[in-house]
T-cell receptor
């Protein structure tokens, strides 16, 4: 079993749609969690940290469920510019990256 | 706008040749990471340094790869000899201590023929 697992997608959604990604992790002792975004042929960039209480940044909401060991990212009112690969990242003494979920937003 | 820089951006070489990739972390960042990304394996951590000391290189093939930080402004990753399976994008990232927020460089796209 991989340490961090994500649905690879792709998720193809129209502009304005709401889309959710899930990610599961294997190590219950993991301490911190992040979502990174990676555009095609570019470097990953931090999108947001994920806190136990859940957190929101504009159209993006991240949640953590420690009991079930999963993290989610919700994107509301999708924009064309949201098209990218979203990487789930878990801190297990070092950052472990999921393989990413690809999102394609179309007009 | 502080950024991590990497050179070269692209490298094509023949099997058996030595490859050296360089990274300049963001000034003031004391933690430097080397990652490799392929379609099959995704993003893998190869090694990382804190205050120039290697903390973990367990992800790195020891027989052919080596990583060093000659000073606080330069990190290097060497492959000798290179093999076709080393073809990948190599990213360097830097951060501050244990914050784990990492800033990635643009990557070196390596092709070994």
């Amino acid at each position: 079993r991989k340490e961090v697992e994500q649905d690879p997608g792709p998720f193809n959604v129209p502009e304005g749609a709401t889309v959710a990604f899930n990610c599961t992790y294997s190590n219950s002792a993991s301490q911190s969690f992040f979502w990174y975004r990676q555009d095609c042929r570019k470097e990953p960039k931090l999108l947001m940290s994920v806190y136990s209480s859940g957190n929101e940044d504009g159209r993006f909401t991240a949640q953590l469920n420690r009991a079930s060991q999963y993290i989610s990212l919700l994107i509301r009112d999708s924009k064309l510019s949201d098209s990218a690969t979203y990487l789930c990242v878990v801190n297990m003494d070092k950052l472990i990256f999921g393989a990413g979920t690809r999102l394609a937003v179309h007009p | 706008d502080a950024r991590v820089t990497q050179t070269p951006r692209h490298k094509v070489t023949e099997m058996g040749q030595e490859v050296t990739m360089r990274c300049q972390p963001i000034l003031g960042h004391n933690t430097v990471f080397w990652y490799r990304q392929t379609m099959m394996q995704g993003l893998e951590l190869l090694a990382y340094f804190r205050n120039r000391a290697p903390l973990d290189d367990s992800g790195m093939p020891k027989d052919r790869f080596s990583a060093e930080m000659p000073d606080a402004t330069l990190a290097t990753l060497k492959i000798q000899p290179s093999e076709p399976r080393d073809s990948a994008v190599y990213f360097c990232a830097s951060g501050l201590g244990g914050s784990y927020e990492q800033y990635f460089g643009p990557g070196t796209r390596l092709t070994v023929t």
